[in-house]
């Protein structure tokens, strides 16, 4: 089976504009556009003639997996609301370890439904670039690879919205602007694209912002969140709030959360903007023509 990526993703919106989506709507009109959209989806499986056509693929969230009973509570969550944005899309889970399902076993579920793999991680590395192309190649049907959530402007709306629900004020100003700054918590990776992806990521929050991020890495990469504080603090910023660049609750985020001294932002979790992102990574793999070479990663 092949595993393959879309090209670049053209959809990248001008750092601190506004926020990706479309307008709030009331809870009658959320309804009525629910309702509007499972008959438009059940519709769309009719062919002219009667016949039923083909379903889509279905979406596979391809999770870490974490001990914390926590982390897959939340993933459990964030799959509910993007079933919500997408009726009658078939959406399941798997992990790459830790947890079950392991993504093998929901893909050999699928029966020979094909399928896409959008990976809940956050950057370029091991995982994305290996282990879930790999686990796509030897399904039992034909598999593609998304690219990661990040870094991409949605991505930042949800690390934006987090640091404000953890006490953040945006409207901050003068001294109080000068003397702030957050540290952008990630796990880390040995793979050097990996480290550049959530330094872009901290670029388009300081955008946000209008103050410095520095990400910083609970493993294998450098420099860690008391690193990362102690170099703000040096700039003359020491009312310092972490950012939690993380999918779900777990040992890494914990171990972030507890170096800070102040504010800490709770992990993306089933935020509507990391629905709408799922999404948005599954549709530019439909989009994109197929290749039989390796993952193209997208970098946006």
């Not at 009331?26 to 008959?39: E, F, G, P, R, V």
């Not at 093998?104 to 959008?118: C, E, K, S, Y």
């Not at 192309?133 to 709306?157: K, N, S, Y």
């Not at 089933?270 to 993952?295: C, F, I, K, S, W």
């Amino acid at each position: 089976m092949t595993a393959s990526n879309p090209s670049r993703d053209e959809s990248f919106q001008r750092p601190g504009g506004p926020p990706p989506g479309g307008v709030h709507l009331d809870s009658t009109a959320q309804i009525m556009n629910s309702i509007s959209s499972h008959l438009a989806g059940r519709l769309s499986l009719v062919a002219l003639d009667g016949r039923r056509r083909p379903g889509p693929p279905a979406l596979v969230l391809v999770a870490h997996g974490s001990r914390d009973p926590r982390a897959l509570t939340t993933v459990r969550a964030l799959m509910d609301r993007v079933r919500e944005l997408r009726p009658g899309l078939p959406v399941r889970l798997g992990h790459i370890e830790l947890n079950e399902p392991l993504l093998p076993d929901t893909l050999a579920d699928l029966a020979g439904a094909p399928a896409v793999l959008v990976p809940l991680l956050l950057s370029r590395g091991h995982h994305v670039k290996r282990d879930i192309p790999e686990a796509a190649a030897a399904a039992p049907a034909h598999a593609r690879v998304a690219a990661p959530l990040g870094p991409h402007p949605l991505l930042v709306e949800t690390l934006y919205d987090r640091l404000v629900e953890a006490g953040w004020r945006p409207g901050a100003g003068g001294a109080a602007r000068r003397a702030s700054g957050v540290v952008l918590a990630a796990a880390g990776s040995r793979d050097p694209e990996s480290a550049a992806d959530t330094r872009t990521t901290a670029r388009l929050l300081a955008e946000r912002l209008g103050v410095p991020v520095v990400a910083a890495y609970a493993s294998a990469a450098t420099p860690t969140v008391p690193e990362a504080l102690r170099a703000l603090a040096a700039r003359g910023r020491h009312r310092v709030a972490v950012a939690s660049c993380f999918t779900a609750p777990g040992r890494f985020a914990t171990q972030c959360a507890e170096a800070a001294p102040g504010i800490t932002a709770a992990p993306l979790g089933d935020h509507p903007a990391m629905a709408r992102l799922v999404l948005h990574r599954y549709d530019q793999v439909l989009a994109a023509p197929e290749t039989t070479a390796g993952p193209a990663l997208a970098s946006a």
